[in-house]
């Protein structure tokens, strides 16, 4: 068993309990940690049943504390339920849900777990991609991408109105206030040069949308399950849902895949869409024409670089790393979104955590 926590091996004693009371006579077994989804508290499970048979689950506990603002596993679960009565998308079915900390310390939700292969982020330079052909490679992003714009054909009505972040005006207004709201809470005081001049960048710069779609907000390959024929088996991972423009989740998916090559120096593996394809392939499934997307990319920069500095605040805090790492200076999201706009990186501490 592999866990992350104290708080998490107390709540996986629990769950074990707890879970008896739902599969009766059922026991706990194979508790293993996924290698991706590290800003949850996600868990792999299997319940050995009194018969002999076996149930395969995903536990995903509210986390301690993670990257992002007012973390709610409730809300993910709440975004999956909708998203099962209002897409065709392939969602995983959710068993049981517990918004009661007193149950386990924390909230969580317990869900069907489906069998396939993630791709980890990696994926160009290790894992089972490798082993495939263009063609093959080609299919699956495609499958992904036709993913991404089925979601973006949610109606948007009432049943998504819990979807939409505080404060006035379009949904790009309202995403916009929350990303000043998470840099102030991320930077807690500090001054942190590139992603500072980032947001004001952003903040000048933010074009006039109104366009308001259901939004991913960490929409990509790596965070679907696909089956052994390359369809997407299942989409994963809602903490960042939200409505605005579906530019947002393009240019995202766009970002984190040259921050996974481009960025450092690996060449895409044959078969894999380039952004132009990607763009070419999403516009004409939904009929659209994209817009604006050097300063969606620029935001999707932003959001990483600030996901990359709380993930190393974090790894300080946990004793991890040294408190003068250059980690999150060094980071690929940081270095591009330096040079896209036109900042240079402040000098290295020299500290020991420098990579």
């Given at each position: 068993?592999?866990?992350?926590?104290?708080?998490?091996?107390?709540?996986?004693?629990?769950?074990?309990?707890?879970?008896?009371?739902?599969?009766?006579?059922?026991?706990?077994?194979?508790?293993?940690?996924?290698?991706?989804?590290?800003?949850?508290?996600?868990?792999?499970?299997?319940?050995?049943?009194?018969?002999?048979?076996?149930?395969?689950?995903?536990?995903?506990?509210?986390?301690?504390?993670?990257?992002?603002?007012?973390?709610?596993?409730?809300?993910?679960?709440?975004?999956?339920?909708?998203?099962?009565?209002?897409?065709?998308?392939?969602?995983?079915?959710?068993?049981?849900?517990e918004p009661d900390p007193a149950v386990l310390g924390r909230p969580f939700f317990v869900m069907e777990r489906v069998r396939g292969r993630v791709l980890p982020d990696s994926h160009h330079v290790e894992g089972w991609a490798l082993d495939l052909q263009p063609d093959e490679r080609a299919r699956l992003?495609?499958?992904?991408?036709?993913?991404?714009?089925?979601?973006?054909?949610?109606?948007?009505?009432?049943?998504?109105?819990?979807?939409?972040?505080?404060?006035?005006?379009?949904?790009?207004?309202?995403?916009?206030?929350?990303?000043?709201?998470?840099?102030?809470?991320?930077?807690?005081?500090?001054?942190?040069?590139?992603?500072?001049?980032?947001?004001?960048?952003?903040?000048?710069?933010?074009?006039?949308?109104?366009?308001?779609?259901?939004?991913?907000?960490?929409?990509?390959?790596?965070?679907?399950?696909?089956?052994?024929?390359?369809?997407?088996?299942?989409?994963?991972?809602?903490?960042?849902?939200?409505?605005?423009?579906?530019?947002?989740?393009?240019?995202?998916?766009?970002?984190?895949?040259?921050?996974?090559?481009?960025?450092?120096?690996?060449?895409?593996?044959?078969?894999?869409?380039?952004?132009?394809?990607?763009?070419?392939?999403?516009?004409?499934?939904?009929?659209?024409?994209?817009?604006?997307?050097?300063?969606?990319?620029?935001?999707?920069?932003?959001?990483?670089?600030?996901?990359?500095?709380?993930?190393?605040?974090?790894?300080?805090?946990?004793?991890?790393?040294?408190?003068?790492?250059?980690?999150?200076?060094?980071?690929?999201?940081?270095?591009?979104?330096?040079?896209?706009?036109?900042?240079?990186?402040?000098?290295?501490?020299?500290?020991?955590?420098?990579?």
């Amino acid at each position: 068993m592999t866990v992350a926590s104290e708080a998490d091996r107390a709540a996986l004693q629990a769950f074990g309990d707890w879970l008896g009371t739902r599969l009766p006579g059922a026991v706990l077994d194979e508790v293993e940690r996924p290698a991706t989804g590290a800003s949850n508290g996600t868990y792999l499970c299997a319940a050995r049943l009194p018969d002999g048979g076996r149930r395969d689950l995903v536990l995903r506990l509210q986390p301690v504390e993670n990257q992002f603002l007012d973390p709610d596993v409730m809300f993910q679960h709440r975004v999956m339920e909708m998203l099962s009565a209002h897409s065709g998308l392939p969602i995983p079915v959710v068993l049981w849900a517990e918004p009661d900390p007193a149950v386990l310390g924390r909230p969580f939700f317990v869900m069907e777990r489906v069998r396939g292969r993630v791709l980890p982020d990696s994926h160009h330079v290790e894992g089972w991609a490798l082993d495939l052909q263009p063609d093959e490679r080609a299919r699956l992003y495609d499958g992904a991408v036709r993913a991404l714009a089925e979601l973006h054909e949610v109606p948007v009505g009432d049943h998504v109105a819990f979807l939409r972040r505080p404060g006035t005006g379009t949904a790009l207004d309202r995403h916009m206030a929350w990303l000043v709201r998470w840099h102030r809470w991320a930077a807690r005081g500090r001054a942190l040069p590139v992603i500072d001049a980032g947001l004001r960048y952003v903040l000048d710069t933010c074009p006039d949308d109104p366009s308001e779609h259901v939004i991913w907000g960490d929409g990509r390959p790596g965070n679907m399950v696909f089956g052994e024929d390359l369809s997407v088996a299942a989409v994963l991972d809602w903490e960042l849902a939200a409505t605005g423009p579906a530019e947002i989740d393009v240019a995202w998916w766009l970002m984190f895949e040259r921050s996974q090559t481009v960025a450092r120096g690996v060449e895409p593996l044959p078969g894999v869409p380039d952004a132009e394809e990607i763009v070419g392939c999403y516009e004409q499934l939904r009929g659209v024409r994209l817009a604006d997307l050097d300063f969606y990319r620029v935001l999707a920069e932003l959001q990483f670089a600030i996901i990359v500095h709380r993930y190393v605040d974090m790894q300080v805090a946990a004793g991890l790393l040294p408190p003068d790492t250059d980690r999150a200076r060094c980071s690929s999201p940081a270095l591009m979104l330096a040079e896209s706009i036109g900042v240079e990186l402040p000098e290295p501490s020299g500290g020991p955590g420098d990579s």
